[in-house]
Nanobody, 125 residues
Framework: QAQLVESGGGLVQAGTSLRLSCAGS????????MGWFRQAPGKEREWVGA????????WYTDSVKGRFTISRDNTKNTVYLQMNSLKAEDTAAYYC??????????????????WGQGTQVTVSS
């Protein structure tokens, strides 16, 4: 059974960094577009960014541009979210997602077929 598993979340202070991982299993996700979303308590799920299958194109929501970087290692079937200069408003559960279709609307959660269970990131100010 194909699944995505996020890891790397935790409690950190504002201004520090954290790297999340999203490991695929049960199938290869090497030809999938991969996205990251987050959801804070009481708020809707928010798109953070995405990376194409080869890793040479990335897209980000404005609030994380210049601070977050998405990368992937297809030899490990894994996608990463490097988060720098973290802010209290980055506190959320972070989810990775996968889509076979690279022509989707990147920020539309319904366009992704596979989802991880999420990992919590808490940034203290």
């Amino acid at each position: 059974q194909a699944q995505l598993v996020e890891s790397g979340g935790g409690l950190v202070q504002a201004g520090t960094s954290l790297r999340l991982s999203c490991a695929g299993s049960g199938r290869t996700f090497n030809n999938y577009l991969m996205g990251w979303f987050r959801q804070a308590p009481g708020k809707e799920r928010e798109w953070v960014g995405a990376i194409n299958w080869s890793g040479d194109r990335t897209w980000y929501t404005d609030s994380v541009k210049g601070r977050f970087t998405i990368s992937r290692d297809n030899t490990k079937n894994t996608v990463y979210l490097q988060m720098n200069s973290l802010k209290a408003e980055d506190t959320a559960a972070y989810y990775c997602a996968a889509s076979r279709n690279h022509g989707i609307v990147l920020y539309a959660a319904r366009a992704y077929e596979y989802w991880g269970q999420g990992t919590q990131v808490t940034v203290s100010s």
